[in-house]
Nanobody, 122 residues
Framework: QVQLVESGGGLVQPGGSLRLSCAAS????????MGWYRQAPGTQRELVAT???????IYADSVKGRFTISRDNAKNTLYLQMNSLKPEDTAVYYC????????????????WGQGTQVTVSS
């Protein structure tokens, strides 16, 4: 079994910064892609950024130039550095890992963190 634990959310003023972390633990063989998603009240969950095993990144247009996704493979941890935050960035942020078990790299399972609230307000 695998668990993802997120941290780093909170309340910040417009223009401020936050850094989210998501650490995976448990039966982990390899981690392919990792990503951050967010969901504001009354909306669907949307992609914020992803990073694959080659460290290739993809960002939503709304966060390009402001957010940076990174990963620490040794710690099985994903990060999201968020700068120049705007009120429209307010949402619950979820991490997502695609993980293969130690027994076989043929199988890939999707795991989600519990979510962390980010509120941008003056």
């Amino acid at each position: 079994q695998v668990q993802l634990v997120e941290s780093g959310g909170g309340l910040v003023q417009p223009g401020g910064s936050l850094r989210l972390s998501c650490a995976a633990s448990g039966s982990i063989g390899s981690i392919a892609a990792m990503g951050w998603y967010r969901q504001a009240p009354g909306t669907q969950r949307e992609l914020v950024a992803t990073i694959n095993s080659a460290r290739t990144t993809i960002y939503a247009d709304s966060v390009k130039g402001r957010f940076t996704i990174s990963r620490d493979n040794a710690k099985n941890t994903l990060y999201l550095q968020m700068n120049s935050l705007k009120p429209e960035d307010t949402a619950v942020y979820y991490c997502n890992f695609k993980i293969s078990p130690p027994s076989s790299s043929r199988y890939v399972y999707n795991y989600w963190g519990q979510g962390t609230q980010v509120t941008v307000s003056s």
